[in-house]
């Protein structure tokens, strides 16, 4: 890249500095203006989705500018540097010890849990603690522990695959089948074994927001534990749900409740309301984080223990994370995820009563509409109207189930608090007009194609 030739300094408008060729292979050479950069990343930006009309995402986009003061505040804080920013660590711990009651942890313990990128990184090392307990007790009685399992439903977040690729626990995935898209108990028994670290139900899943049947998986695990001896630990993936389920449905034993679950993770970027870059995990208790997994390290002046799996981070997630709690409490929480749910119905409502949708998440309880085309449009799918819908600018994603409902299609909508009623019903109307063009003129695309990975088709016999 290069400042435009043969044009005097004093004369350089903002149009010569449009005038750059950015270079695709090789590292810029010369440095530009600020004002030169700036424009060049915003235009580069420009073709981008609008984050706001993106509703395939379930990731925070709108904050107080007294959240963004206390982000910019913070952004030059690494994290992990407790010794260096002990209040930053002492609102970390703060916070832990709030989720842990929110999601109504046993009183008189010590609660344990850490604030992570994301919830991915928080199953990872809920999925590590399982794994060392699971082979600590394996050893303590003697047996073989080379063979760890883990049960999910097959409509698990992509990082429980990852999880269980990257730290070598063998996938045990029940499928899922039309019209059932959640993990109940029902086939528990060919899956769940004395090698199963963990059975993952999830709170909130993405595909179509409803939660697994956590009271029916936890009774089923006590009277496998009755016939077997075996006792098996629950893990819940509440990426999404941890933050609606406390607010919404206080009388809903999802959580800590359950004797069986010992951990539990959230997405503090999802339904916690912070921007990209947080996540979650609580364990039931200190013990159950596994002392093997800590490591103490002498950094920047004092001994510290470390056992995320990131090192540095920003710590500005973390900061607006504990602005938004006190800024809203349960009270400012339970009124956000109040409307967003009823202009999530609202869209619901407006979908299914066009005729040519049919709701695929029976239960409703975070924000998330999921429907499929009605078996009598045969004109067009829901691709076609994905793609018809983005000429408004709407981002929605269609997908194919995974197996084995894979000739399931679904479109799927995550209301978020900053979508009010009016825009929920814009974007109902929208839809329904590119399905109305779409009968007349009829659709084009076809779904991509599926890839079935063989771990993805994990069957018992398979294991
Ligand atoms: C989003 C999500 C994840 C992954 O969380 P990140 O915060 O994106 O890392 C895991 N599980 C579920 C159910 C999710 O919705």
Known sequence: MS??????????????????????????????????????????EWTDTNPMLNMSSFVTTFSEPEAVEVAKRNMY????????????????????????????GPKGVEPYGAATIGSSEACMLAGLAHKWNWRKARENAGKDASR??????????????????????????VPLKPGNYRLTAEQLDSYVDENTIAVVAIAGQTFTGEDDDIQEIHDWLDDYEKK????????????????????????????????RVQSINASGHKFGLTPPGLGWVVFRERKIFNEDLIFYVNYLGGEMPTATLNFSRNAAPVAVQYYQFLRLGFDGYKRVMTHTLKNAVALRTALVDSGYFTIMNETQRIPVVAVTLDPKVTRFNEFDVSNKVREKGWVLSAYT?????????????????????????????????????????GGTATPPELHKHAEEKSSPAKC
């Open 3 to 44: 400042e435009p030739k043969d044009v005097p300094i004093e004369k350089i408008t903002p149009y010569d500095e449009f005038n750059f060729d950015i270079p695709e292979d090789e590292f810029p050479q010369q440095g530009i203006s600020a004002r030169a950069a700036a424009a060049l990343v915003v235009s580069d």
């Open 77 to 104: 804080k690494n994290y992990i540097d407790h010794d260096m920013y002990p209040q930053l660590f002492a609102m970390e711990r703060r916070m832990v010890r709030w989720l842990h009651q929110l999601w109504n």
């Open 148 to 173: 760890p399992n883990m049960v999910t439903g097959g409509n698990v977040q992509i990082v429980w695959k990852k999880f269980l690729r990257y730290f070598d626990v063998e996938p045990r995935i």
């Open 228 to 259: 077997t001896g075996i006792s098996i630990p629950m893990h819940i993936d509440g990426a999404s749900g941890g933050f609606v389920n406390p607010f919404l449905y206080p009388d809903y034993a999802w959580d800590f409740r359950l004797p």
């Open 401 to 441: 189930m995974p197996s084995d409902a894979q000739d399931v299609r679904s479109l799927r909508v995550v209301v978020r608090p900053h979508i009010n009623h009016n825009v929920a019903m814009t974007l109902a109307r929208d839809i329904v007009d590119a399905c109305k063009y779409l009968e007349q003129h």
